[in-house]
């Protein structure tokens, strides 16, 4: 189990370009969240993943950005158009809906994205 | 809708206790959790609690929650310099089905002098 790898860990963009980044959930997880982390502040939720299925979008969530799921192990964030507001760290969580208690996320160490 | 609250700084000496508190809104969280940033890092889980508990530990960990009052509070006894991070206080609730979003603080940065 080499816990939650995400890739890259560094991404320097510059407006308007579009950027992609991998996670990889341990393994077995069934379950895949994204969140956002701005400077200064705490965690927010994206959207989230049960096998392939996308079950959540948060509104923060906006049409330039899409994730994906297809054989429900990786996921990939691509952010479309990018703007200087999307710079933030990206941070992906995998848990398995079987543990207990309360499907504890794990964190992988996030993609830091800079939009110049 | 859900908001948590923490203070943002905290400093102590090495060896002290440190405690970190956070209240919360969402009456219906099931699950509350600690969890510490170092920096760069992604987020380390480092304990949690049910809703229907009011007191955990875990070594130099304890936490003690009032349900009646939304507030969570984490203690580190004999704290270390490595102790030193970002602590994030988060609620868990039921989100769309089986899903349970977390909702995180602001984070509160222990600083831990020699």
């Known amino acids: 189990d080499t816990g939650v790898s995400q890739d890259p860990r560094h991404k320097i963009t510059k407006r308007g370009q579009n950027v992609t980044f991998r996670c990889d959930p341990i393994s077995e997880h069934n379950r895949l969240y994204w969140y956002r982390q701005t400077l200064g502040q705490g965690p927010e939720f994206l959207t989230y993943?049960?096998?392939?299925?996308?079950?959540?979008k948060s509104r923060l969530l906006s049409d330039r950005f899409s994730a994906e799921r297809p054989k429900g192990s990786f996921s990939t964030l691509e952010i479309q158009r990018t703007e200087q507001g999307d710079s933030a760290m990206y941070l992906c969580?995998?848990?398995?809906?079987?543990?207990?208690?309360?499907?504890?996320?794990?964190f992988g160490a996030g993609t830091r994205l800079s939009v110049l | 809708g859900e908001d948590v609250e923490q203070s943002l700084f905290l400093s102590v000496r090495e060896g002290d206790s440190s405690v970190i508190n956070c209240t919360y809104t969402d009456s219906s969280s099931t699950y509350l959790y600690w969890y510490k940033q170092e920096p760069g890092a992604g987020l380390q889980l480092l304990t949690y609690?049910?809703?229907?508990?009011d007191m955990k530990q875990d070594q130099r960990l304890t936490v003690l929650l009032n349900k009646k009052d939304k507030h969570l509070s984490l203690r580190i006894a004999d704290t270390q310099t490595g102790d030193s991070a970002i602590y994030f206080c988060?609620?868990?609730?039921?989100?769309?089905?089986?899903?349970?979003?977390?909702?995180f603080g602001k984070g509160t940065l222990l600083t831990v002098n020699p």
């Open positions: 969580a995998s848990s398995l809906t079987r543990d207990a208690p309360g499907n504890i996320q794990y």
């Open positions: 609690i049910f809703s229907n508990m």
């Open positions: 988060a609620e868990a609730s039921r989100s769309g089905g089986s899903n349970y979003k977390l909702t």
């Open positions: 993943f049960q096998n392939e299925a996308q079950l959540e």
